[in-house]
């Protein structure tokens, strides 16, 4: 099977950014982050969708870019509840919001790319 270039880079930034999660979880099993435990759940969640995307890519399966658009949905959601979680001052949380919408806009490149390069009998 040929693996179009685009999918395999796209399958490892994906596996990257589930390594940086399990990294958090990690750090936090050790005492060396005071995240809360809301936190931590979502950064579990976003490893597992950044993992299911990179399989889904590097495998070419059409289920990735559904795993690319729930991890920006995730992603999105933390970054924005980073505010309230960690008080952070409301002139900071702007900066937030903006995070979270270039998450969304990457993740529904990534979706697009993923939806029209992998074909349907994959």
């Known amino acids: 099977m040929h693996r179009r270039t685009g999918t395999v880079v796209l399958g490892g930034l994906f596996a990257l950014l589930s390594l940086a999660d399990v990294w ?18 979502a950064h579990g969640v976003t ?3 950044a ?3 990179a399989i889904g890519s590097w495998r070419a399966r059409r289920w990735a870019a559904v795993a690319a658009l729930g991890w920006g949905g995730a992603t999105a959601a933390m970054l924005v509840a980073l505010g309230p979680v ?4 409301s002139a900071e949380r ?3 919001w903006v995070s979270a919408a270039v998450v ?3 993740a529904g490149a990534a979706a697009w790319y993923l939806h029209r390069r992998i074909p349907a009998t994959a």
């Open 51 to 53: 993992a299911a995307a």
């Open 47 to 49: 490893g597992a969708l």
């Open 86 to 89: 960690l008080d952070t001052p």
């Open 24 to 41: 958090q979880l990690i750090e936090a099993a050790r005492g060396r982050h005071p995240d809360p435990a809301s936190l931590l759940v």
């Open 104 to 106: 969304v806009v990457a």
């Open 94 to 96: 702007r900066q937030l």
